[in-house]
Structure formats: structure tokens, C-alpha cells
């Protein structure tokens, strides 16, 4: 977090919010992600990383790119785009090739978002989503940054771990994900998904994020209520990420 506030500063000297207002891409019409009506139907938030600081390297030469084609291919509800340099490998970079490159196709900005600034990165670079961590925003935090991205036509994914990060969730959000990987230990347990979905708020798209591997947990989490599940490292450590996301769509 010390990193990434010192980041977001250099960002804002390098490229203010005037040349970010210059953009194509800032405050186009963004894509929302379809949820099927058919109940026990699951979609998937597909994640693009190359490392991360619980798995080391995953991918290191995958080509943005040419995943989000496959992930589109097989399926995908939306793609999960890592803009973090220093700890995932990632970039803004990534996100916009793949907007350019699919126009179509929903996109989360994955990153410590902090800052508002960020969110008209979001903009500029092409993203439909970002993501809000619980863990290290506090409620007015989470507010201002809910109420910003709203007015920018971004949709908001608040991640929790627990039900006191849960509580701060805003009226405003739409999609609440459970992260089953401890921020601490990183170890993963998904009845962290199991047991905060009785304490979602009402009207909210619930989502298992993190640590999901096979088709069997997915369908135990889906009978509990989630349909929408957001997976990286199973297909990233994968030669073919989007071949790795197809084989596992058709055994759901």
C-alpha cells in the first residue's frame, strides 16, 4: 500500500486527469457483465496474470491479448485484467491492448485501488469494472470511490474476506466477492464463500473469487447461491490460459 501510494502520486505528475479526459476510451459506453437466467447455469470472471506475490510466476509470457480472445472464445462472463507492475506483472498497458482488441468484452481493472485518480485510469485505459478491496479501504473510503466509478459508468467490485469488511459495502455496488485466499496466511478455504453468502446484502450479485481449482467446488458454491466466479492462477499456470478456462467450462 506504501508502494502504491507513492505510485499513484508519479502517475498523476506523469499523466494528469486533463491528458486522461483526452483518452477515446474515457467515459465510453461500458459493457455489463450477462448473467443467465437458467438457475444452476455459473459464469466466469476469467483473470489475466503473469505472477502473483502467494504463487511467484505464473505466466511471464503471456500475451494479453491473444488470452482475452480465448478466454472470449470460451465463454467468458469477463475478463480480470492485473494492472499492478510491481507485484503482479501487470500494467495499464494490457488492459488497453485488450479493450482495442476486444470491444466487446467486459473487462475488470484488478488493482490497489486507492486513489479516485485510478478510476479515470480505468476509464481511459478501457475498463467496464474495477475492483474495491474491503481490506484496505475503510466505508468513506469505499463510498467516495463506489460513488465516483458510478459517475464514470463502472460498475464496482467490492472484494471481503469476512463479515466486518462485508459491512462496508455500499447501496451503490452491485457485485460483492468473497475472496477465499487469506490476505495474511494465503491459504485457501472456500467455506469463507459458504458462510458469507447467508450475509449478502439483498439485491447484490454474489461472487467466489480465488483459489477454485475443479468443477466440484464450483458446483457446491453454486448450489449455495453463487453464480458468478472469478478464476486466474487454474487457468494462468496453463500453457493455453483460455484452453485451460474452455476444459473446464464444459465439465460445469
Avoid: W
Avoid at 502504491?4 to 459506453?29: F, G, I, M, W
Avoid at 469477463?78 to 507485484?87: E, K, N, R, V
Amino acid at each position: 500500500m506504501e508502494h502504491k501510494r507513492l505510485e499513484v502520486l508519479d502517475c498523476k505528475q506523469k499523466n494528469p486527469l486533463h491528458s486522461l479526459n483526452a483518452s477515446p476510451l474515457y467515459r465510453r459506453t461500458t459493457n455489463e457483465i450477462s448473467l443467465l437466467p437458467e438457475a444452476g447455469k455459473v459464469a466466469i470472471i476469467a483473470e489475466f496474470k503473469r505472477r502473483s506475490p502467494s504463487r511467484g510466476n505464473l505466466n511471464q509470457e503471456a500475451d494479453p491479448v491473444h488470452v482475452a480472445r480465448s478466454y472470449e472464445a470460451a465463454g467468458v462472463a469477463a475478463m480480470s485484467i492485473l494492472t499492478d507492475h510491481t507485484f503482479f506483472g501487470g500494467s495499464l498497458r494490457d488492459l488497453k491492448r485488450v479493450r482495442e482488441s476486444n470491444p466487446d468484452l467486459v473487462l475488470l481493472r484488478k488493482d490497489f485501488i486507492i486513489d479516485p485518480y485510478q478510476l479515470h485510469e480505468a476509464s481511459a485505459y478501457g475498463a467496464d469494472m474495477v475492483l474495491l478491496i474491503g481490506a484496505i479501504l475503510d466505508p468513506q473510503e469505499i463510498e467516495e470511490l463506489a460513488l465516483e466509478a458510478a459517475s464514470l459508468g463502472l460498475q464496482v467490485l467490492l472484494e471481503v474476506h469476512d463479515a466486518s469488511e462485508l459491512e462496508k459495502h455500499h447501496r451503490s455496488i452491485k457485485y460483492v466477492g468473497v475472496n477465499n485466499r487469506d490476505l495474511k496466511t494465503f491459504q485457501v478455504d472456500t467455506s469463507r464463500s459458504l458462510e458469507l453468502i447467508r450475509q449478502m446484502p439483498e439485491g447484490v450479485v454474489p461472487v467466489s473469487e480465488s483459489g477454485l481449482t475443479s468443477p466440484d467446488e464450483i458446483r457446491k458454491l453454486s448450489r449455495a447461491g453463487f453464480r458468478l466466479f472469478l478464476m486466474g492462477e487454474a487457468f494462468m499456470k496453463a500453457k493455453d490460459p483460455g484452453t485451460a478456462c474452455l476444459n473446464l467450462m464444459k465439465k460445469l
